[in-house]
């Protein structure tokens, strides 16, 4: 069983920036890919940025410039800097670890943290 755990949601003024964690535990392999998703009210949950084992990374193209996606693969961690928060960016944020092939795909998420930016 793979367990999720993040850290590091709150209150922010316009401008500021938040610090995300996910602690994932439990039986994980090791070639695998670390995200971060959100969920806006009445919105679809959307990807973020994800970063695999090989520590390439990509971003939406809404926090390009302004979220930095890393990893600390031997302690499973995965963080998101977010600098220059927007209200837009106001969401539950949710961490995602998945591995497998597109015909067997294993997929774990967190129990999400809330990002509140205010204007």
């Known amino acids: 069983q793979v367990q999720l755990v993040e850290s590091g949601g709150g209150l922010v003024q316009a401008g500021g920036s938040l610090r995300l964690s996910c602690a994932a535990s439990g039986s994980i392999f090791s070639i695998n890919v670390m995200g971060w998703y959100r969920q806006a009210p009445g919105k679809e949950r959307e990807l973020v940025a994800h970063i695999p084992s090989g520590d390439s990374t990509a971003y939406a193209d809404s926090v390009k410039g302004r979220f930095t996606i890393s990893r600390d693969s031997p302690k499973n961690m995965v963080y998101l800097q977010m600098n220059n928060l927007k209200p837009e960016d106001k969401a539950v944020y949710y961490c995602?670890?998945?591995?497998?092939?597109?015909?067997?795909?294993?997929?774990?998420w967190g129990q999400g943290t809330q990002v509140t930016v205010s204007s």
């Open positions: 995602n670890l998945n591995w497998g092939t597109i015909h067997c795909r294993y997929d774990y």
